[in-house]
Structures are given as C-alpha cells and as structure tokens.
C-alpha cells in the first residue's frame, strides 16, 4: 500500500519541482556565448551562465552582456515556448545576491526598452549557499519576489551537480554524483525552509541526474514534504 506521505510527496514533485531536459528530446540548454540553434520538435529551452563562468566571477559589464544575451535568447525561442533563463550566481551568498540584483537591473531596462518580453521569459535563481547565513533566504525570497513581480514567474534553482555548503565560513562543495543522499537531503531541507519564510515555490534542479533523482524519490517522504 503507498502511504499518504509517499502520496502528497509524488504530487509535490509533480506540481513544484522541474528539472534540466539536457539531452531529452525537444529539450535545449545553451550556454552563455553559444549561437543560438535550433532543434526539431522544441519544447523548452534553457539559457545558462555555464559552470566556469558562475566560478571564474561575472563583472558589471558582463552581467548587462549576458542579460542581452538572454533577451536575444527570449527573441530567437520565445515563440514556440517560454524561456528560462538562470540569473547570474556565484557560492558565495553576499556576490550571488549582488550579481541577482545587477541582473534584475539590467532586465528592468530591457523590458522598459521593449527589448524583452517578459510573458516569454522565466527567470532561476539559485539557493547555493542561502540556508547557511542568517537571514539569508528571507533575503533571497524578497529578491524572487522581485524577479516574479516583473515576469509573473520565478523558479528558485538548486544545483544537483555540486551543492556548496557553507561550513564555519568555510565552502565545501559536494559532488552529489559521489554522496546523492547528502545533496537530497540538502534540496529537501531547503525545500522545508524556504515553506517557512516565503510560502510554496516552483523549484528548478540544475544539472540533476538519475543518481540524484533515485533517492529523491525514495527519501522525499521519509522528511515530511509534504503537497
């Protein structure tokens, strides 16, 4: 017999929770730079800063170029489906939150240009490290709040590839292909947290495998989501 817990968590998943289609069929991620491409059958598109870039930094300049290059994304795809797009991040908590409002700056200007659509475009902002500073998933909150006011949608993202920690002020990346559980039990717990202070999200998972997804399914309901 399933349980009621395993019942309202699979609805849970089903209603809230989105992840990367890399390599699935009508699915299209492109990176920060890349020419815009296009493949039978699109269903969704993904733009993203890319890995090296979120750890190698993003400057001024280089968040108002990647925020054309969103919008350009938004006016090569955005008629066949809406784009999501990540904002620019970074682990550390203080950078990620002056890199999401340097964004939401930039895409305000857009957007009052007439240079981008918002109805087309759906922007990720991604947790990193939020749960481990005091006050710092309130403070992530009010900022989706913002972005959504302007799109009339926002995800917050977890990465699923590697999730940063922070640890007595000390960053520990987990690669959660090597400790799966670690990373679930990490994503749920924000899940939990995030109910608290701002109410139900959509989440979005970036770079999620099947490793990861196995003992999400199976380790969802021992911690109490519930729909």
Same mark, same amino acid.
């Given at each position: 017999?399933?349980? $009621?817990?395993?019942?309202? *968590? $699979?609805?849970?998943?089903?209603?809230?929770?989105?992840?990367?289609?890399? @390599?699935?069929?009508?699915?299209?991620?492109?990176?920060?730079?890349?020419? #815009?491409?296009?493949?039978?059958?699109?269903?969704?598109?993904?733009?993203?800063?890319?890995?090296?870039?979120?750890?190698?930094?993003?400057?001024?300049?280089?968040? $108002?170029?990647?925020?054309?290059?969103?919008?350009?994304?938004?006016?090569?795809?955005?008629?066949?489906?809406?784009?999501?797009?990540?904002?620019?991040?970074?682990?550390?908590? !203080?950078?990620?939150?002056?890199?999401?409002?340097?964004?939401?700056?930039?895409?305000?200007?857009?957007?009052?240009?007439?240079?981008?659509? #918002?109805? $087309?475009?759906?922007?990720?902002?991604?947790?990193?490290?939020?749960?481990?500073?005091? @006050?710092?998933?309130?403070?992530?909150?009010?900022?989706?709040?913002?972005?959504?006011?302007?799109?009339?949608?926002?995800?917050?993202?977890?990465?699923?590839?590697?999730?940063?920690?922070?640890?007595? @002020?000390?960053?520990?990346?987990? !690669?959660?292909?090597?400790? #799966?559980?670690?990373?679930?039990?990490?994503?749920?717990? *924000?899940?939990?947290?995030?109910? +608290?202070?701002?109410?139900?999200?959509?989440?979005?998972?970036?770079?999620?495998?099947?490793?990861?997804?196995?003992?999400?399914?199976?380790?969802?309901? !021992?911690? +109490?989501?519930?729909?």
């Amino acid at each position: 017999m399933v349980s $009621r817990a395993s019942t309202l *968590y $699979r609805d849970f998943m089903r209603r809230s929770v989105i992840y990367n289609g890399e @390599g699935c069929e009508g699915y299209l991620r492109i990176d920060y730079g890349e020419r #815009p491409r296009h493949i039978e059958g699109l269903r969704g598109v993904m733009v993203d800063i890319g890995f090296k870039a979120m750890r190698e930094g993003f400057s001024v300049d280089s968040v $108002r170029d990647y925020a054309r290059y969103v919008a350009q994304a938004v006016r090569e795809y955005g008629g066949c489906c809406r784009v999501v797009f990540v904002v620019p991040d970074n682990w550390d908590f !203080q950078r990620n939150t002056e890199l999401a409002r340097a964004m939401l700056t930039e895409l305000r200007g857009l957007v009052s240009q007439g240079a981008l659509d #918002p109805a $087309r475009a759906a922007p990720i902002l991604v947790v990193h490290t939020a749960i481990d500073v005091p @006050g710092g998933l309130e403070t992530l909150i009010d900022l989706a709040n913002e972005y959504k006011s302007l799109f009339g949608t926002a995800y917050l993202g977890f990465s699923a590839r590697v999730s940063p920690t922070l640890v007595n @002020g000390t960053l520990k990346p987990t !690669q959660c292909v090597r400790d #799966p559980n670690h990373c679930v039990s990490r994503f749920l717990n *924000y899940v939990r947290a995030v109910r +608290g202070v701002g109410g139900d999200w959509p989440w979005f998972l970036l770079g999620v495998n099947r490793r990861v997804l196995k003992p999400l399914s199976r380790l969802g309901p !021992q911690l +109490g989501i519930q729909g």
